[in-house]
């Protein structure tokens, strides 16, 4: 017989009622739509975020104060010396470059204009380990750190807050906490970051930093440091390295480690794990929107397939057997789920392009992405719901006994 | 001689409708030649309905024989009870039962989808149209067409498969009386061209005299046969 025979009854049936068909459909769009949505903005979101990480700087680890859990009692703070430590080649092969950052909050300000923002003090080798890149001007150098010179290094958007443009404006002079520095350049744009925008930065070298601005207890105590691996297959070997090193600084016994340590590797683990976490958390809310959907459909069904008793009975009395009733009901279900969630893809592609056009004026540069998997699973999903959901309604078509079905009225 | 297209023998009936037993059919015996036109009469309750389901293979007899066209119509399941109705038997029914939604051409189909005829399933379908003259109407949904030519309809599609016998449910039923002859006619005069052999169930009187035999149903038993 031919295939397409049903599927051409069925749509011309469905058409009949077309508006029982569109409420009923309704449930599939719903769901699909919203996973696919999810989908795509999920999907969107792991590649922003896995993006930001690899611009963050390549093979890093971030050796952070305090231990991996609160059990360690007053952690030592890190300091300049350990970071000199981490530098000694002959106890750290496996390291390339280290460095060390202090943060806080500063105010800076330009004749009228003022802005509070996060000042980092920073060491020559911050910026190849973080991939900063100075555009106009010139980078901060080991004579700056020795002289504590009062230079700083500003971000586009700072320069932009400040000056109202970011060019043509190395030699002027700021105020940081009421102190003139000298702006010696400005940093190339480098887009949204994990942590807010980058490009909203001042760097000052670290020892002005300690002395002058983020005074601290002990005066070289750092924040974080950056420790950039040799190679990728280093990354593992740095960190053994970076431990034992701490700990002989620190004199703290085996287990009690009062830092820790993140490799970038790290950090997309847990990105990945937080992402797989919410494909699940999508993946129940799809299940139960596609099943009470497709109880929607076996409902509709359920009346049709008496409101056509009558046109069961014709067929059956014109030789239909249970089997080609049982394929023109199957057929008309699953057709009616597929097209439900073909819409809903749709639908959903167009919430996912939406909110990433949104969040791209607003600030976030993102991409929903809608894969070649989440459509074909969605298809085949709502079709497979539609069949599912269509086999009682149409097994009672079936096994309707045909002089009762031609009686009915 | 022929052997008679249908053979019916003792063929009884029992509905169960909750505790009570019902005999729609108490040993009705049966024969009808080939190319036969005959009546089935009968008040309702007289067992009119379940003979013509009996006969046209809708249901099978509770006890009794029944042979159609050569084939042993007994123990069969549904699918080859279905298979029967398809091949052998072509129904005209009072209220036409077309379906709304498709054209008099895809109506006269049907029956062939089911058969599983593959090739020239629309030709024959216009054939069968234009036999009982609706030729230029093949396009037209049920909706489209007046109770005489929906009817016309049913007809060509009870043909269509060159059945054994055409069993017609009080074909005039629903229309008046100028069209109900204008079908009787029709039908009468396909008999006469391709002998198919032609069973109206009626209460009719003046449709009934018009067929060669009349059968009379009363209370489940053949009551007489006017010749």
């Not at chain 1, 106890?91 to 923002?117: C, M, R």
């Not at chain 1, 008309?332 to 969040?359: P, R, T, Y």
């Not at chain 2, 061209?193 to 038993?221: M, P, Y």
């Amino acid at each position: 017989m031919n295939i397409w025979q049903p599927v051409i009854e069925a749509l011309e049936s469905l058409n009949a009622n077309k508006v029982r068909s569109g409420l009923t459909i309704l449930g599939i769009v719903i769901g699909v739509a919203a996973v696919i949505a999810m989908l795509a903005l999920g999907t969107g979101a792991q590649d922003t975020i896995l993006g930001s990480l690899s611009g963050i700087g390549t093979n890093l680890i971030f050796v952070f104060r305090g231990g991996e859990d609160d059990s360690i009692r007053n952690p030592e703070p890190l300091t300049m010396g350990d970071a000199e430590a981490l530098s000694d080649i002959f106890s750290a092969p496996s390291i390339e470059a280290v460095a060390p950052i202090l943060q806080g909050n500063a105010e800076i300000s330009y004749g009228g204009e003022a802005t509070t923002l996060t000042l980092s003090g920073v060491t020559p080798e911050f910026f190849p380990v973080r991939n900063y890149v100075v555009g106009e001007g010139s980078e901060i150098d080991e004579e700056h750190i020795l002289a504590r010179a009062s230079v700083v290094i500003l971000g586009v958007d700072t320069a932009d807050t400040l000056f109202g443009r970011h060019e043509g404006v190395v030699g002027e002079t700021v105020r940081i906490e009421g102190q003139p520095f000298r702006v010696i350049g400005i940093l190339e744009k480098r887009g949204g970051g994990m942590m807010g925008s980058e490009d909203e930065a001042a760097l000052v070298p670290i020892s002005t930093a300690q002395a002058r601005l983020l005074r601290r207890n002990p005066a070289d105590k750092v924040d974080v440091i950056f420790v950039q691996a040799a190679d990728a297959d280093l990354v593992s070997d740095a960190k053994e390295e970076i431990s034992e090193i701490l700990r002989r600084e620190h004199r703290t016994a085996v287990g009690e480690d009062d830092f820790s340590l993140m490799s970038q590797d790290d950090m997309v683990d847990t990105a990945s794990s937080i992402t797989g976490i919410l494909t699940i958390f999508i993946g129940g809310i799809a299940a139960i929107s596609l099943l009470v959907g497709g109880i929607g459909i076996m409902n509709i069904m359920l009346v049709s397939v008496t409101e056509r008793t009558r046109e069961i009975g014709l067929r059956k009395a014109l030789g239909a057997r249970k089997r080609d009733i049982l394929t023109q009901f199957l057929v008309e279900s699953s057709l009616l789920s597929l097209v439900g969630g073909l819409i809903g893809i749709l639908l959903g592609w167009g919430i996912g392009v939406i909110v990433g056009i949104v969040a791209t004026k607003s600030g976030t540069p993102f991409e929903p992405v809608v894969g070649l998997n989440a459509v074909l699973l969605a298809t085949l999903f709502s079709a497979a719901v539609g069949l599912f959901f269509g086999i009682y309604p149409a097994n009672r078509a079936a096994n309707l006994v045909p002089v009762e079905a031609l009686r009915y009225e | 001689m022929d052997t008679p297209v249908i053979i019916a023998r003792d063929l009884t009936k029992v509905y169960k409708m909750g505790e009570m037993e019902v005999h729609a059919l108490r040993g009705v015996s049966l024969e009808i030649r080939r190319g036969e036109v005959v009546a089935i009469m009968g008040a309702s309750g007289s067992g009119k309905s379940t003979l013509m389901n009996t006969l046209g293979c809708l249901d099978l007899p509770t006890s009794g024989e029944y042979i159609l066209d050569g084939e042993v119509v007994a123990d069969l399941d549904d699918d080859q009870l279905a298979d029967i109705r398809n091949r052998k038997v072509g129904f005209v029914f009072q209220s036409f039962n077309l379906l709304p939604r498709s054209t008099a051409l895809s109506n006269v189909e049907l029956p062939l989808r089911y058969s599983h005829t593959k090739s020239g399933r629309k030709e024959k379908a216009r054939l069968a149209l234009e036999s009982v003259g609706l030729g230029d109407r093949i396009n037209h949904r049920p909706t489209e067409l007046s109770g005489g030519q929906q009817q016309r309809v049913a007809i060509a599609r009870a043909l269509v498969n060159n059945p054994s016998i055409v069993m017609a449910d009080e074909p005039t039923g629903n229309l008046d009386s100028k069209v109900g002859q204008e079908i009787m006619d029709l039908l009468l005069n396909l008999n006469k061209e391709s002998g198919t052999t032609l069973i109206i169930i009626t209460h009719d009187s003046k449709i009934a005299a018009q067929t060669e035999r009349v059968i009379r149903l009363h209370d489940g038993r053949v009551l007489e046969e006017v010749a």
